[in-house]
Nanobody, 125 residues
Framework: VQLQAFGGGLVQAGGSLTLSCAVS????????IGWFRQAPGKEREGVSC????????SYIDSVKGRFTVSRDNAKNTVYLQMTSLKPEDTAVYFC???????????????????WGAGTQVTVSS
């Protein structure tokens, strides 16, 4: 089972990035996929998630209206489109897979079963 997040980079405040999470070794449509981030000195937090069939999504308040999660099960890829980026969005972003369904809020990091390596997102002011 492998997940790999990529697409991070350096962007100015107000800019956009789209992260991709490519998965292999399991059937994407059987898992909830979550995007998490961790800034230096802070705990890992859930940013957004999508349930196994993509019908239910959730976002933390700080990214609502700016980030959009989507998935293409045929391509085994989940995306996180990020717009109007702010310096406080700077973090390493991870994607993870788990069986816990999205119910209001996203699953916690401890609920996820598989993790990929992160990708750095840096937003300059």
């Amino acid at each position: 089972v492998q997940l790999q997040a990529f697409g991070g980079g350096l962007v100015q405040a107000g800019g956009s990035l789209t992260l991709s999470c490519a998965v292999s070794g399991f059937t994407l449509n059987s898992y909830t996929i979550g995007w998490f981030r961790q800034a230096p000195g802070k705990e890992r937090e859930g940013v957004s998630c999508t349930n196994s069939r993509g019908g239910t999504t959730s976002y933390i308040d700080s990214v609502k209206g700016r980030f959009t999660v989507s998935r293409d099960n045929a391509k085994n890829t989940v995306y996180l489109q990020m717009t109007s980026l702010k310096p406080e969005d700077t973090a390493v972003y991870f994607c993870a897979a788990g069986k816990r369904r999205v119910a209001g809020a996203c699953p916690r990091p401890g609920d996820m079963d598989y993790w990929g390596a992160g990708t750095q997102v840096t937003v300059s002011s």
